[in-house]
């Protein structure tokens, strides 16, 4: 048997993620329990006709959140009122992050 035809010998390397910190699993919990609070407030206020404090909500996703949650939380409501109702909403300027 000759060397070309040997399979070569390659230690196989695992893949891992990197560990995230104390801050950033704060921050993911944070944001995850703000989704799951702004979520229902906007559900309550869809519920009962309260397009302005529907408005509030995603406004707070966005300024709070992330652009997604304020998408998400804006998509929910028009799916739900549907898209005759004008939304105005007010997307937050970027975030600085600082000490990251």
């Given at each position: 048997m000759n060397a070309a035809s040997a399979p070569p010998a390659i230690a196989m390397q695992t893949v891992r993620k990197p560990i995230k910190t104390l801050r950033e699993k704060g921050a993911d919990s944070f944001h995850a329990a703000l989704a799951g609070a702004l979520t229902a407030g906007l559900e309550d206020a869809l519920a009962t006709g309260d397009h302005d404090r529907a408005v509030s909500f995603i406004n707070r996703g966005f300024a709070e959140g992330s652009p997604q949650l304020g998408c998400d939380l804006l998509?929910?409501?028009?799916?739900?009122?549907?898209?005759?109702?004008?939304?105005?909403?007010?997307?937050?300027?970027?975030?600085?992050?600082s000490g990251l």
């Open positions: 998509c929910r409501a028009m799916a739900v009122v549907g898209t005759a109702r004008t939304w105005t909403v007010q997307m937050a300027p970027p975030r600085q992050r």
